[in-house]
């Protein structure tokens, strides 16, 4: 891609449209009590998925965006986990009834310093407050180390069926300068313990554009983590915000590659993963050709949602913890981002949420049209306008950003039917912005 285009697209101020509008736009407009309405009006029989966010790890990445906290004692572990039962109680208290169950997400910071007991007991309690079935999926994040032979029973005695591994990257150079040391017979053997458990399903997640990171040390980490096969990878863009993150106050600014440089690395290790039989998801996941990802996309009903892409086509998302954001029908909730916060509200026997997003009509056929651009590089506009009932020629304004896009070559444009040329999927987030209509305030 050219440089010149690279600079003028890759705005690191563009959201990842995993949800639209973003959590940036969220407002203390919509607050607990709003979001208490909105699950009172679930129907009985309305499948969710869950997302339970453990805010703590073992040891703090530095280069890591999420809410999390070092783990130092038992003692925040355990009332993080009295807050949370307490928190899916208060929740089951006001859906209609005990609702169906797609799929199950343990996020973080690092699910697995939960000890097995007490991951086994909360996984009894969801079992006993919503409807499982046979065909819900239960997924976990893990990090390697620490993880140990007990906890890998109790997943498989939970019934996981997927762990999602976080790597980054195996250069000791550049595992050191964002203090996660992890070596690659580690990964592997983690890797063979949850496959001799049942759990065959294995995701990792790299990053590049990590202090230090060349090509070449990204194509090496592709290769190595090539050799254990996973069914699908991430590959993220690492994203400097120390104003925002703290923690990446650590992280030398000076060996950070440039944009030109990240666009290289990506474009190595998609090239990387390709040639090995992966099929590219939307903007950064690669999936096997048997994977529910390439399946979903080949269908036409790849998702895109607050944990990246997916093929789970439920429409109902319920988030437990801190920081944890949820998607019912009206709209976007988010809990607490500090655990404090959280817990005082749990304690005082209302809903964690701080904040949310009441959707409108078009606020709907925005967020439809950037999710089909975002998982599929490509959107019939006046087919998606027509299904929200609104006129595309508004959307399709040649004298705006799509224009821009159009002129520069990143997109066809042909009877309204948009399509992002492969060369330029890295600034597909560019594509989505031009209809993003928070972005308003930002020039390129």
């Not at 949800?19 to 979001?35: E, L």
């Not at 762990?163 to 300068?177: N, T």
């Not at 390439?294 to 990246?308: D, F, H, I, V, Y």
């Amino acid at each position: 891609m050219q440089t010149s285009l690279l600079k003028k697209y890759c705005d690191a101020r563009l959201p990842w449209y995993t949800i639209y509008p973003a959590a940036r736009d969220f407002s203390a407009m919509v607050d607990a009590k709003t979001c208490a309405t909105w699950l009172s009006r679930l129907l009985p029989d309305e499948p969710v998925s869950l997302y339970i966010h453990v805010p703590f790890c073992r040891s703090i990445c530095w280069y890591c965006g999420f809410t999390t906290s070092l783990a130092r004692s038992k003692g925040p572990l355990r009332n993080y986990l009295a807050a949370v039962r307490d928190e899916i109680g208060l929740v089951a208290e006001q859906v209609p009834s005990a609702l169906p169950v797609s799929d199950v997400h343990f996020g973080g910071g690092t699910p697995t310093t939960i000890a097995p007991f007490d991951f086994l007991a909360l996984m009894e309690l969801l079992r006993h407050r919503f409807q499982f079935s046979k065909s819900t999926t239960i997924a976990i994040e893990i990090d390697p180390r620490g993880f140990t032979a007990e906890m890998v029973e109790t997943l498989q005695a939970a019934g996981v069926s997927r762990a999602s591994i976080g790597v980054q990257s195996f250069d000791p150079v550049v595992q050191r300068s964002i203090n996660r040391v992890q070596s690659k017979e580690l990964t592997a053997s983690v890797v063979e313990s949850l496959r001799q458990h049942g759990i065959r399903r294995i995701n990792f997640d790299l990053l590049f554009g990590l202090p230090h990171q060349t090509v070449r040390s990204c194509v090496d980490s592709a290769r190595t983590v090539l050799a254990m096969r996973p069914d699908r990878l991430a590959v993220f863009g690492y994203a400097h915000v120390p104003s925002y993150m703290k923690r990446q106050r650590h992280i030398d600014e000076t060996a950070l590659p440039d944009n030109i440089a990240r666009a290289e690395q990506a474009a190595a290790i998609a090239d990387t993963l390709v040639s090995a039989g992966y099929h590219q998801i939307g903007l950064d996941h690669f999936a096997l050709p048997d994977d529910e990802l390439t399946l979903a996309q080949k269908a036409g009903r790849l998702r895109r949602n607050s944990l990246g892409y997916s093929a789970d086509t439920c429409k109902t998302v319920i988030g437990l913890g801190p920081s944890a954001i949820g998607r019912l029908r009206e709209g976007y909730v988010q809990n607490e981002m500090s655990t404090t916060s959280y817990h005082e509200h749990i304690r005082a026997g209302r809903l964690a949420t701080s904040k949310g997003y009441c959707l409108s009509a078009e606020d709907r056929l925005r967020a439809a049209i950037i999710e089909r651009l975002m998982c599929d590089l490509q959107a019939d506009i006046p087919a998606i306008c027509a299904a929200h009932g609104f006129d595309p020629a508004p959307l399709l304004d040649s004298a705006g950003r799509l224009g821009m896009l159009a002129e520069d070559g990143i997109v066809d444009i042909e009877e309204g039917f948009i399509r992002v040329k492969q060369e330029h999927r890295f600034v597909i987030r560019a594509v989505a912005g031009a209809f993003d209509t928070c972005l308003d305030r930002i020039p390129y």
